[in-house]
């Protein structure tokens, strides 16, 4: 059994700053991509930002430039650091990964997600 666990949503202003965390547990041999998706109200769910074990990024045109997502490989945790923050980035935030399990399979997880809110 493996989970995803993200921490860090909130609500801040405009212009503002927060930090996602995102670590799975559980039973895992490694883990893959990695990576952010979101939420609106009355959306489809959408990719943020990916990111493979060897740290190759990808991002959503629309956060380029303001969000940064990393890794911590030894703790099997990923993060999105998200800077100048609008209301449009107002979604519930999902953390994403492929696992390789300790038996060897691979699968992908999601989280339950975490509220962010941004006011204007």
């Known amino acids: 059994q493996v989970q995803l666990v993200e921490s860090g949503g909130g609500l801040v202003q405009a212009g503002g700053s927060l930090r996602l965390s995102c670590a799975a547990s559980g039973s895992i041999f490694a883990a893959n991509t990695m990576g952010w998706y979101r939420q609106a109200p009355g959306r489809q769910r959408e990719l943020v930002a990916t990111?493979?074990?060897?740290?190759?990024?990808n991002y959503a045109d629309s956060v380029k430039g303001r969000f940064t997502i990393s890794r911590d490989n030894t703790k099997n945790t990923v993060y999105l650091q998200m800077n100048s923050l609008r209301p449009e980035d107002t979604a519930v935030y999902y953390c994403n990964g492929e696992v390789i399990t300790r038996d060897y399979y691979i699968r992908t997880y999601w989280g339950k997600g975490t509220l962010v809110t941004v006011s204007s």
């Open positions: 990111i493979t074990r060897g740290d190759v990024t």
